[in-house]
Each structure stands twice: as structure tokens, then as C-alpha cells.
């Protein structure tokens, strides 16, 4: 289970096993950056983009919830996402949260 | 002669497409928000009471891309100069917000959620063009929806329950 609260209402943490993250790097393709000049000029709503940055979420979340169940957590609490741009050219998608094993 | 007239055609068509496009959104905008107006995000660190039990959660999110125009930038950059309000990008960050709460919402609706809870934002430049004008933001929203358990058919049909008076 993953969530953004603190508490979960109706569950117990049983054990605290710390922070767990997951990151992943990403940059566009070549087509997308063209229709993103376009864009630039007529303004609008950059869907190769919001699809692009939804997948490389995912693919964080999905980092995390690996790592946490690999140190036997079955739950991450307090959930965050971070994002960043390293260059013009790539974003750095960060999930991070606390991984407890609850009842 | 010929940059200037390359210049002003941008200029013309960023100011004709970009407002089109934002009054168009806009107006999609206020009828989702009608729309989705009985789904409530509640923002507090305590959770009400009536989800303290019997409910599952499961994480939410929207997130959009959203570019300015030609001219809206050129305007944006006029008001470096003197500076104050940059009412262009205060649009532009402001659809983008309402945006992804909308984005959301509805996948929050999706799955039959009565509420969210714990929405947090964030924002983030992702293009940034020449002379490091910020080209495109992107907003993303999540919360924690919570969507009542299916264990209590009898209060959406007590037909079958009530007893038969003879």
C-alpha cells in the first residue's frame, strides 16, 4: 500500500524500517521536442510531455515499491514526489516515503 | 526586414492561438470543477472521523504540461524590465494548477472515491528555452483517495431487507 498520509486510520505500524526511494531520469525524444517549439509559440497543453512525465513517475513509484518490499515492508507511508530539470533536456523524477510493515 | 516581419507573425500568431486556446480552457476548466464539485479534498493532518475505519486508500495523481505562447513570453519579458505583476505567467501557472486538481479528481472519481485527502503540489520548469526563458511548467497534485469498503449492500437496496408485513 502506498500513501501520502501519516496514518493510516484502522491499521497499526508494527515496525519503522526507514526511508525508501526511487528515482528515474528521463529525457524526450526528438519528434516531441519539435511539437514542444510549436507549442512554445501557439501555447497549449504539451501532451507528449504529460504522458511522458506520468510514465516516468510510475516507473519511480514502482522503484520504490521494490525496494521497499525487498527489506520487507508492506507498506510506504507519507509519500513525496520530487521533480527536477538537470538540463534543458532531461527531468529527474524522485518518490521517496517511509517504509513500515503494518498489520 | 525580413526578422522583424518573422518576429511579428509569431508575435500575431502566439497572441491569436495562445488566447483562444487559454479562454477555451478555461471554460472546460469551470464546467469540470462544477462537475466534480461533491468530491471533496480535505487538508488536514487529522483525518475525519467518518474515514477513520472501513475505508480503503490508495494514492492519486494528475499531473499536466502546459506551454506559453509567443507572446505572452515577449510580454513576460517587457515586464522584466520594469517589473511588478507578470500577470502572463500567473494564467499560465494557475490552469495548470486547476488542471491537474481536475486530472485528479477524475481518477479519483474513476475508482468510486468519496474523498481525498493530504493534497499536496508541485511545480516544476521542465523546458526552458533560449536566453532561459521558462517555456513550460508542469504541475502535478496527488493526495490519498479514500473509497468506502463494499462490504454494506443493504443501504443502496434495503428492498430485500425489510420484512414482509402479512
Not at chain 1, 45 to 54: A, P
Not at chain 2, 41 to 54: A, E, G, K, L
Amino acid at each position: 500500500m502506498i500513501t501520502n498520509l501519516e496514518l493510516v486510520p484502522g491499521k497499526r505500524i508494527s515496525k519503522h524500517l526507514g526511508l525508501v526511494q526511487g528515482s528515474t531520469v528521463r529525457s524526450k525524444h526528438v519528434g516531441r521536442d519539435i511539437m514542444a517549439g510549436l507549442k512554445n509559440i501557439f501555447g497549449g497543453e504539451l501532451k507528449g510531455y504529460t504522458e511522458l512525465l506520468q510514465d516516468a513517475r510510475e516507473e519511480a513509484i514502482a522503484r520504490m515499491t521494490e525496494q521497499a518490499s525487498s527489506i520487507g515492508a508492506n507498506a510506504v507511508l507519507n509519500v513525496r514526489f520530487s521533480t527536477s530539470s538537470i538540463t534543458s533536456g532531461a527531468a529527474e523524477l524522485f518518490a521517496y516515503g517511509s517504509a513500515v510493515v503494518m498489520e | 526586414m525580413f526578422d522583424i516581419i518573422t518576429f511579428l507573425t509569431l508575435l500575431a500568431l502566439g497572441y491569436g492561438f495562445g488566447q483562444w486556446f487559454e479562454r477555451r480552457h478555461y471554460r472546460s476548466i469551470r464546467k469540470r470543477e462544477q462537475a466534480f464539485k461533491d468530491l471533496l479534498i480535505i487538508q488536514t493532518r487529522i483525518i475525519p472521523s467518518p474515514f477513520s475505519s472501513d475505508h480503503e486508500t490508495f494514492l492519486v495523481n494528475g499531473n499536466v504540461v502546459i506551454s506559453v505562447d509567443y507572446f505572452k513570453r515577449f510580454v513576460a519579458g517587457l515586464r522584466n524590465l520594469v517589473g511588478g505583476r507578470v500577470t502572463p505567467y500567473e494564467t499560465l501557472i494557475d490552469r495548470a494548477r486547476r488542471e491537474a486538481i481536475l486530472r485528479m479528481k477524475e481518477e479519483a472519481k474513476a475508482s468510486g472515491a468519496e474523498v481525498i485527502l493530504n493534497v499536496k503540489y508541485e511545480m516544476c520548469s521542465i523546458y526552458k528555452g533560449r536566453r532561459n526563458n521558462i517555456g513550460s511548467v508542469e504541475a502535478l497534485a496527488y493526495g490519498t483517495a479514500f473509497l468506502r469498503k463494499k462490504t454494506a449492500p443493504e443501504e443502496t437496496d434495503p428492498g430485500y431487507l425489510k420484512p414482509t408485513a402479512r
